[in-house]
């Protein structure tokens, strides 16, 4: 598989979408892992009640925001989608761990 160009180096729509879809296959495998930590989380946490942490999520969400300023993004942008890919994570996190108690 051949590498897409940067999006600088694009000159027509097809370099752009070849260049979206690598994007979304890496941030597929990138969020492989982080639904792997979810699974991790499922197995450590002893109490279903400490799987939705509003502080953490608050604190997640923060730290995108400060990331996506630092580089140039909107801030509130970015937060709105990691506000869904947190919620998602909880929700994963809550199935997997009753999942995990019903199997005993």
């Given at each position: 598989?051949?590498?897409?160009?940067?999006?600088?180096?694009?000159?027509?729509?097809?370099?752009v979408?070849?260049?979206v879809?690598?994007?979304d296959?890496?941030?597929?495998?990138?969020?492989?892992?982080?639904?792997?930590?979810?699974?991790?989380a499922?197995?450590?946490?002893?109490?279903r009640?400490?799987?939705?942490?509003?502080?953490?999520?608050?604190?997640?969400?923060?730290?995108?925001?400060r990331?996506?300023e630092?580089?140039?993004?909107?801030?509130?942008?970015?937060?709105?989608?990691?506000?869904?890919?947190?919620?998602?994570?909880?929700a994963y996190?809550?199935?997997?761990?009753?999942?995990?108690?019903?199997?005993?």
């Open positions: 598989m051949t590498s897409a160009k940067l999006p600088e180096q694009c000159e027509t729509m097809t370099e979408r070849t260049g879809d690598q994007v296959r890496e941030l597929v495998a990138l969020l492989v892992r982080r639904f792997g930590y979810m699974d991790a499922a197995r450590i946490k002893t109490d009640g400490t799987v939705r942490d509003e502080a953490r999520k608050a604190e997640v969400l923060d730290n995108v925001a990331a996506a630092a580089v140039g993004l909107e801030p509130e942008r970015l937060r709105a989608v990691w506000n869904e890919l947190v919620e998602q994570s909880i996190e809550a199935v997997r761990w009753d999942r995990l108690r019903a199997d005993h």
